[in-house]
Structure formats: C-alpha cells, structure tokens
C-alpha cells in the first residue's frame, strides 16, 4: 500500500523522506518523535456534515479545530467525525492513518480538501503513507501539487 503512494509521488517528480516508527493513533502518540523528524507534523481530521458531504481537514497537530468555527468558515452542515467504516469506504484507510495520501483511493472524489493556512506556510510537512506506523515528509508546495493532480481543489483557509 505504502509502495504505491511512494511510486506515484516518485511519478510526479515529489521528493519524499519516510521515517519508521511505533504505530501512532493520536498526536500525543507521536510527540517524542516530533524532534527527530524534521518538518511540521499534522494532523488530519475525516469529518461528515448533516448533508452528507465528507471533508479532510490538514492541520498542524497542535493548532486546536473548532467545529462550530469550521462549520462557519465552510458553509457546511453540523460537523462530526465520521465513522471508522466510511473512513475505510471512501478513503480506504484505518482510524490513524488518516492522510491526504488517501485521497488517491478516493475514486468518486466525495471527500472535500481543506488545508489551514500554516501547513501552506510550513516548507516541510509530515503525514502518514497510508498507515500508522511511519511519516513521510514533502514540502507543502508538493502536497499542493499531489491533490490538484488528483483533481480537488483545496480550500486554504484558517482552521483555528
């Protein structure tokens, strides 16, 4: 699985680094390993609103998600997290794992893109290759690139 995110990005010219590590589930998870692996660490929030409409959110792990606030700033419905099983369904990982990487399972492009501000502002970005138990790092304007290739258009917005 990891393989073939490392195979499409080598494809599309995007440099990558992955460290191996513990499996991670949560950020507190991952904070000692924080100092050893360079770049900004993030975290990804598979959410559905009352409309049925599904979105990723991409931020910095530290920076606090509002909902309510979101649910503003998106025009959306009444936010929640989705399930273990839609997550599994439409992207095509576990709870953990959530990754913009995962939006290459995403055949039908039901998933929304939202990126915060500071991930964009970030040179370095961190996230999982499709599970839990390593990060892979490119530079922000490479994960740009990954998801208009994919054909979403991000919404950058302040997340916080």
Known sequence: ???RIFAFLDSLGIKHSTVR???????DDGRDLHGE???LHCKNLFLK????RLW???MPCDKRAGLAALEKKLCSGRLSFGSAELLMEV????PGAVTPFALINDKTRRVTVVLDEDVMKAE????HPLRNDASTAILSADLLKFINVL??????????
């Open 56 to 58: 990723l959110v991409v």
């Open 37 to 39: 692996i360079p770049g």
């Open 91 to 94: 992207l095509g990982v576990a």
């Open 151 to 160: 054909k979403y258009e991000a919404i950058i917005i302040d997340c916080g």
């Open 1 to 3: 699985m990891t393989e």
């Open 21 to 27: 590590h513990k499996p991670l589930f949560t950020v």
């Open 124 to 127: 370095l970005v961190n996230f």
């Open 49 to 52: 609103d009352r409309k049925g």
